[in-house]
């Protein structure tokens, strides 16, 4: 998303460009219980029964939706969009007031505490359309999550709606 | 989602059959909790007025939350917390904080993956008795007692 969020989307040339490209990658740090107990507390769970359950010796894992969450990066307020949003969300290019508009998940294997996960987003496709209330642009992207054994956990495609 | 869902058990699964349904309401607290779990810092998510300057009634649940929700669906009703595969979902309308809403969701139909048993189930969120805010299809591996 582009610094002028206040006004209707826009869409360049330039982020039409990168279509098929990957568009951003990052590393999470290690997997920490204290971040797993905090999605089970915000998502309605106990968060004191983590890893009640497991046997000694054997990792605790997280909860199917957690890796989306371990890697979303902590940014300065200065990084900021005036709306709170990142100022990377989506792809470079494409700006304007955002809202989810879909999402696919697909989980392959589980995120254990310890774990340090790898996200690399590509740019799936752009669409423009005409809304009841004015022109949208969907901008759709693919992230594939590996753990540090390079294998793949999860993938996620994001559809973010630029009004 | 609990750490340790309840244990249901799933028995004989069928097109058609209709999930546990769960009922669950996002309030303001829930949603600073959630942005701080998920580092979420859209201001349309816990500052009413952004929310209203940009045309919504009130700060919106995020949709990832949503999506934990359907989760929690789908974990207790096959007692397995980790028995998702996918999860699509497409959302239709916005939801409020403490507007109670309501997670459904019905048996499609029974395969198989990797030589165990699955389903893949339609998901539908509501508000307001049938107001659709978010659609989907998830599919889940079955517990080898449900044949």
Not at chain 1, 99 to 126: H, N, P, W
Not at chain 2, 9 to 14: L, Q, R, T, W
Not at chain 2, 122 to 146: C, E, F, Q, R, Y
Request: proline share 6%.
């Amino acid at each position: 998303m582009g610094a002028n969020s206040s006004t209707g989307p826009a869409v360049t040339d330039e982020a039409r460009a990168l279509i098929g490209s990957v568009t951003a990658t990052y590393r999470s740090d290690p997997v920490s219980m204290r971040q797993i107990r905090e999605y089970l507390a915000a998502t309605g769970g106990r968060p004191e029964l983590v890893g009640v359950d497991t046997p000694p010796g054997e990792p605790i894992c997280a909860p199917p939706l957690f890796f989306h969450a371990a890697c979303r990066p902590v940014v300065a307020q200065d990084e900021l969009l005036s709306d709170g949003q990142y100022s990377f969300l989506g792809v470079p290019g494409v700006s304007g007031r955002t809202m989810a508009g879909g999402s696919k998940y697909e989980v392959f294997g589980r995120v254990r505490v310890g774990d340090v996960l790898t996200v690399t987003e590509r740019l799936q496709r752009i669409t423009e359309k005409q809304g009841t209330k004015g022109p949208l642009v969907f901008v759709t992207t693919e992230s594939s999550y590996h753990n540090q054994a390079g294998e793949l956990v999860a993938r996620y495609e994001q559809t973010v709606i630029f009004r | 989602m609990s750490a340790v869902p309840e244990r249901t058990a799933v028995g004989e699964v069928a097109p058609g059959d209709a999930l546990p349904v769960l009922h669950r309401t996002a309030t303001r607290l829930t949603l600073f909790l959630f942005g701080v779990a998920y580092w979420t810092s859209h201001r349309i998510h816990y500052d009413v007025e952004a929310a209203r300057a940009e045309g919504f009634d009130d700060v919106l649940v995020t949709a990832n939350l949503l999506s934990a929700y359907n989760v929690e669906l789908l974990t207790r009703w096959t007692g397995d917390p980790y028995c998702l595969l996918t999860l699509e979902e497409r959302n239709v309308a916005p939801a409020f904080a403490d507007e109670p809403l309501t997670v459904t969701g019905r048996v499609l139909e029974v395969g198989a993956h990797n030589g165990a048993r699955t389903a893949r189930c339609s998901l539908l969120i509501t508000k307001n008795h049938d107001m659709a805010v978010l659609s989907g299809t998830a599919t889940v591996l079955l517990p080898h007692t449900a044949s």
